[in-house]
């Protein structure tokens, strides 16, 4: 038809990983490709039981439209619940989104006019870096090592850059790199982001999903002067179905998101946030965050354990304390997109780690998720993808 499409369009693909999971629908596929929870850990039948309670209850709240900071009781109890990432919260500084995805978005509609400047850790979110790029922005990739940025790094390209309008960073169990950063970094950055004036976008859905150690705080818990907007989600301590996360910041910041949110959708659904509400005040989210907890660090056990036993020496990957996903990386000259062809072929399926990068480059990484597949399809999964692997390798050095 030849529209005149909007020129943002332009910069504007269809995720890999969308195209990916379409794929991966296929039951034959094993996939290491998504996201996404264990479906088997949702509890339908709870839930179940309190959306009926609700709809007898309060169906006619529920149906109806409510207020676009959310409702009031769920704004409380996530306020109280962000104390288990170390960060004390009223519930007047939360407003309920639809999944953090919306926040992401929302937060380059605020910040971002054509070549702005957003700061970003290097690899990071495809899902963000795709929602920021609607907006236009140039993107500088911060070098980052096991503990978070670098921040003599970060430092550097802050002086010499003046279009900078946030730093965004996912410091805990890190999608994709399932890497967290260290205290010293956390306090580090925040002292930078006082220091130039420069907001923080912290983008937490895997906090609570610690298997081992402890929780250090989150960035927006050492924040005394309302530098750290924080984003919250549901999707991965209870079902990213329900579309509920949270943004919380500042009031100054907090009203920019309210506004916003009210021209995208006016609120996020509220019989899903009467629905939640109801979950929590019956059962323990605790509970069954616990159980979560549980069978997700034995997968990645058993990844991590197969992976030692069945990849390649020159192979490095990375052992997460918490979150949904391992970083593989291979020799530089090995491309993923192309593995990625033949693990395809041989029913198995990640993600490319080229994806992960705004301004492309880096083609020998990949990111695996151990959250939704079972120990047996893991272990047969890890040992298909060890092979080809093995033929890359060996098809590389012949050549
Ligand atoms: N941020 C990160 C780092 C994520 O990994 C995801 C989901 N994969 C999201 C945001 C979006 O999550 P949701 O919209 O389901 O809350």
Not at 52 to 79: F, M, S
């Amino acid at each position: 038809m030849g529209f005149k499409y909007a020129k943002r369009m332009e910069n504007i693909k269809a995720s890999e990983i969308r195209e990916l999971l379409k794929l991966t629908q296929r039951p034959e596929i094993i996939s290491f490709a998504g996201g996404l929870p264990a479906p088997e850990l949702f509890p339908v039948d709870d839930f179940r039981k309190v959306s009926d309670k609700v709809l007898a209850e309060k169906g006619r709240i529920a149906l109806q439209y409510g207020p676009t900071e959310g409702y009031n009781p769920l704004r409380e109890k996530i306020a109280s619940r962000m104390t288990k990432v170390g960060v004390k919260a009223d519930f007047n500084d939360i407003l309920i989104i639809s999944g953090s995805q919306q926040g992401l978005d929302f937060t380059g509609k605020i910040f971002l006019d054509k070549d702005d400047i957003v700061l970003c850790e290097s690899p990071s979110y495809l899902g963000a870096i795709n929602a920021f790029k609607a907006y236009q922005p140039k993107f500088i990739e911060v070098p980052t090592d096991d503990n978070g940025m670098k921040m003599n790094e970060l430092e550097e390209i802050i002086i010499n850059n003046d279009k900078i309008k946030f730093i965004y960073v996912i410091p805990d169990f890190q999608n994709p790199s399932g890497r967290t950063w260290s205290l010293e970094r956390r306090k580090k950055l925040l002292e930078l982001s006082e220091k130039y004036n420069i907001p923080i976008v912290e983008d937490n859905p895997y906090g609570e999903l610690r298997y081992d150690g402890k929780i250090p705080p989150a960035i927006k818990g050492l924040d005394t002067k309302g530098n750290v907007i924080f984003l919250g989600t549901f999707s991965k301590i209870f079902s990213p179905g329900i579309r509920l996360g949270w943004v919380c910041a500042s009031e100054e910041a907090l009203n920019k998101y309210i506004l916003v949110k009210q021209g995208a959708d006016l609120q996020a659904s509220t019989i899903s946030q009467l629905q939640l509400n109801q979950y929590i005040e019956e059962y323990s989210l605790d509970e069954h965050v616990d159980k979560i907890k549980n069978i997700y660090r034995r997968r990645r056990d058993l990844m991590i354990d197969t992976m030692k036993k069945e990849f390649p020496q020159d192979v490095k990957f990375t052992i997460p304390e918490g979150g949904l996903f391992t970083w593989v990386e291979l020799p530089e000259h090995v491309n993923t997109r192309e593995l990625a062809k033949k693990a395809i072929d041989n029913n198995v399926a990640f993600v490319p780690g080229g994806s992960f990068y705004p301004n492309a480059g880096n083609e020998n990484a990949f990111r695996l998720n151990y959250s939704n597949m079972d120990e047996e399809r893991i272990v047969k999964g890890i040992k298909i993808l060890a092979k080809v692997i093995e033929e890359a390798l060996q098809c590389e050095k012949s050549m």
